[in-house]
Structures are given as structure tokens and as C-alpha cells.
């Protein structure tokens, strides 16, 4: 007997304890194929990055990681109070947020199977039958008797085959990537906000361009009316000036509606009417920030969509698990008791109590296929997410070199806009020289004032692209980079050499 209880240790344990050891090893184990984040090859170093990026390694998904305050690289109080706005009152942002609690209930739901349902009752019944049906008879002719009950039972469903463990490992992936989605829909209404912002001051600078270029042009419209006056211009050359001074001021009205819009975007990515929000103009002092990029596997640990996706072939993955164990039996374990009289007073009785408990174990013989096309559902959905994720990391990959080439061909523009801006500025104060000196006519100088003045507007706008290929850079990338304080980032931009203003035509 000592022998055989070496050989099996567990036979001399009480059958309880001895049952739920078996029931702790046989829930040890869990049917289906255990994640695995689907392979994709994300290149050493991006094709249109500068040079090439030493240091590769492996990308893990980082979805929770905060991203940083990353529009304080443009160095705006403004903006910055914006933002701060934004992130407690945006609409969207709540929404996301709700989506995500209403995610972490769902993962509690689910954790609610590894435990016993426990539920009790109490109630009464008044029941009658005729003289007919035999038993006592009151003096109407009729049986009359009362019932009262206390009960209370339990019932536990053994995860014998993991398929809670696989239901909660697939809400709490499902629970990651809706958080993850919090995440870009936070990255997105900042960079909403912030591009917005941004092309209004730009609108700003150009509607103080245009108007000075107005107080110019009105100064020219004098003068060539007062030569005409003295016989020295033509009337032509008065309706050339008019022409020139009520176009560029059509030009200027035109931005107000631009930059209305604008503010109005702004006013509700920060969940405010927009009566109730205006922006006045300020001294333009944008800088164009330096952005590090990095590998091309931190994508995968930035990007929060890209995140969203690999959790939701996790959450797919886990699924395919508990199709599986549909195919193999369940156990159930029950308890009963309570009390049951007819008397009230003696409810609470020994002779009044009853109590029942055992194990059921159920399994399905023939379902027609159901099983099997769940599991097969199951495996379809997870190759589609396995899909989707590798598209949205490809996608965020060519998002990061289609803006990375923008950027420096904008970078090459700018150089080559600034030789053509500096030159047409050359040529507008030589024509008005001749001009003044009665050598050529006003239509001259109303070309080449022209030139210059679509050339001031082609700087800005094109110092606007850039602003805004910044931005949709650094979104492509997941916002914040390298866990670097904002004192630090800006200290980066402050290497950037101020953007170029622009000098308003003068006469």
C-alpha cells in the first residue's frame, strides 16, 4: 500500500480535493493555434529617409505608450492652449473613449466565466383544486393549500478546453485595439486641429500681405491719377491702376471666407459652437520643426491604427479557440438547497430542507456541420485581420516616404521660389524706377507688379504646404518620437532657421 501511495500520490486525498485537482489540470489546457503576430518585412531604413538607419530591431506594438505633446515643436502658446482644449472637450475623442470603456466591460464580462453563477429565490403559492381531486376539502368543497419556498443554487461550467480563457484572451485583445483606436482618434483630431491652425495663420500673413499691397497699390493710383492730371500719364494708365488696386482687393476679401471656415473647424474639433469661438490675427512666427524618423519597424510601435489592427488578429486568433471547443464536451457542476413548506412558521425546519448536487457533462453528437463551419468562420476572420493589419502597415509605410519626399522636394521649391520671389522683387523696383522717370507706362509696371505679388503669395503658400506635410509627417509616423521631452524636441526646432517672411509690395 505504501508503494502504490508513492506511485499515486493523489489516491489517499480526500475526493473533493482529488477533483479539483483533476478539474485544475484539465483547465490547464486550451484548444486552439496560440498567437502569433503575423510575419511582414518593413525594410531596414525607408527608401526616401536621408542615408541609410543603423540600428535595426525587431518592432513590438507600443499602442499605449503616449505619444508626447508633439505640436509644441512649433513653438505657439496659441496652438498649444488650443490643443489642451481639444484634448478634454473634442466629441470625437469622447465617443472613442465611451467605444473603449464600453471594450473593458465587455473584458469583464467575459472574465465572469471562470466563476461559479450563484442565485437564490424565495416565494409563495396559493393553490385550490375541487372536492374531485380528493385530499382535504374546506367547507366550500374545495382543497386550498399554501407553499412556501427558500432556495438557493450554483452552477459552475468547467473550462475544461480553454474556451474562456480564449473568450477573455480575445476581448482583452479586442479591448487593446479599441483603446488603440482612442489613440488615433485622438492623433487625428489633434492633427485636425493643428493643420487648421496652421493654415489660418497662413491665411493670416496673406490677407496682411494683400492688404498691404492694397495700401500700395492706392498710393500708385494716386500718384498716376495726379501725372494724369498734369498731362504726364495717359487715362489708360489710371485704368490700369484701378484695375490693379480693386483686383488684388477682391483678392483680399476673397481670404475671408477661407479663414472663417477655418476657425469654424476649429471651434468644433474643440466641441464648441462655433458663434462662440473667434481667433483674432497675431505676428506670424512659424518654424518648420525637425522631425527625427527612425526605422521603419517603430512603426509598428507608434502607429496606434496600425496597433488597432494587429490586436483585432489577436482578438480573431483567440476566436478560432473557442470555436474549437464547441467540439468537445462540457462540464457542469450544480448545487441545490433551500427550504420548502407549507407552513410558514416551520420553513426554517429540518423536516422543511432539501438540498441536490452532482456534475452534468453534455456533449453535442451531430450538429449538421455547425461546428465545423464556426471554426472555419473562425480561421476566415483571423486571415482577414492578418490581412488588414499588413495593409496598414504598408500603408503606413508609403504615408511616411510619400511625405518624406514632399517635404524635400518642398524643401528644393522653397530654395528655388526664393531665388524667383528675390528677382521679382528686383524687377519691380527697376520698372518703377522707369516708371517714375517716364519711360515706360503703367501697364509695365502692373505686370511686373503682378509677377511679384503672385510670387510674395506662391512663398506662402508654398511655406503652408510644408507646415502641413510636417504635420501629416509626424501623423504617419504616430505622433511623438523617441520619448523625448518637449524642452528637448524644441530645442531641435529651434535649429530650423525662421520661415522667410513675406515684404509687401511697394511702389
Known sequence: MMRNAKLFPYAFLP???????????????????????????????YK???????????????????????WRVYDDATLD???????????TIAQAEANYRQALGLVRGARAGFFPTVSAGAGMTRAGSGSGQGGSSSASGSTV??????????????????RVRRSVESSEASAAASLADLGATRLSAQAALVQSYLQLRVLD????????????YEKSLQLTQNRYAVGVAGQ???????????????????????????EHAIAVLMGQAPSQFSLPPTVFALRLPQIPVGLPSELLERRPDVAAAERRAAAANAQIGVAQAAWFPSLILSADGGFRNGQFAELLTAPARFWSLGPALAMTIFDGGARAAQVEQARASYDAQAAAYRQAALIGLREVEDY???????????????????????????IQNQYKAGLVDYLSVAVVDATALSSERNALSLLGNRLTASVNLI??????????????????????????????TQP
Open 236 to 262: 489708360a494708365d489710371v485704368a490700369v491702376a484701378r484695375t490693379q488696386l480693386e483686383s488684388t482687393r477682391a483678392q483680399s476679401i476673397d481670404l475671408d471666407w477661407q479663414r472663417g471656415q477655418l
Open 145 to 162: 393549500s399554501n407553499q412556501y419556498s427558500l432556495t438557493g443554487s450554483v452552477s459552475w461550467e468547467v473550462d475544461l478546453w480553454g
Open 81 to 91: 492652449g488650443l490643443v489642451a482644449r481639444l484634448n478634454a472637450s473634442n466629441q
Open 205 to 216: 500673413e496673406q490677407k496682411r500681405l494683400l492688404d498691404a499691397t492694397v495700401a500700395a
Open 15 to 45: 475526493r473533493g480535493l482529488a477533483a479539483a485537482a483533476l478539474c485544475a489540470l484539465l483547465g490547464a489546457c486550451a484548444v486552439g493555434p496560440d498567437y502569433q503576430r503575423p510575419a511582414l518585412d518593413m525594410g531596414a531604413a
Open 48 to 70: 526616401e529617409g536621408q542615408g541609410e538607419v543603423e540600428g535595426w530591431k525587431p518592432a513590438r506594438p507600443q499602442d499605449e505608450a503616449d505619444r508626447g505633446e508633439w
Open 475 to 504: 501623423v504617419a509616423l504616430g505622433g511623438g518620437w523617441d520619448g523625448r521631452s518637449p524642452a528637448v524636441a524644441q530645442a531641435s526646432a529651434d535649429k530650423q532657421a525662421p520661415a522667410a517672411g513675406a515684404a509687401p
Open 404 to 430: 518624406l519626399i514632399q517635404l524635400r522636394v518642398m524643401e528644393n521649391e522653397q530654395v528655388v521660389q526664393r531665388r524667383a520671389l528675390e528677382s521679382a522683387r528686383e524687377s519691380l523696383r527697376l
